[in-house]
Nanobody, 120 residues
């Protein structure tokens, strides 16, 4: 069994910063690409950022230049540094990971989500 646990959400004023963390634990052979998604009320879940094990990163246009995704392979953990936050960034942020529990296997796992609220 694999578990993803997010932390770091909260309430912040516009222009402020937050750092999210997501740690994978359990029966892990290898953690492959990891992702941050978000879902605002009344909206579909959308991809925010992705990072491979190399690492190669990719961002949604709406967060480029403001958000930075990084990872610590030794800890099976990814981070999302969010600067210049806007009210439109308000959402539940979810971590997703493609994990190999044995060589040649690939399964997708989700965290429980962490709320980010940007408001004055």
């Amino acid at each position: 069994q694999v578990h993803l646990v997010e932390s770091g959400g909260g309430l912040v004023q516009p222009g402020g910063s937050l750092r999210l963390s997501c740690a994978a634990s359990g029966s892990i052979f290898r953690v492959n690409t990891m992702y941050w998604y978000r879902q605002a009320p009344g909206h579909q879940r959308e991809l925010v950022a992705a990072i491979t094990s190399d690492p190669i990163t990719n961002y949604a246009d709406s967060v480029k230049g403001r958000f930075t995704i990084s990872r610590d392979n030794a800890k099976n953990t990814i981070y999302l540094q969010m600067n210049g936050l806007k009210p439109d960034d308000t959402a539940v942020y979810y971590c997703n990971a493609v994990v190999s529990v044995a060589k040649g296997t690939f399964s997708s796992y989700w965290g429980q989500g962490t709320q980010v609220t940007v408001s004055s």
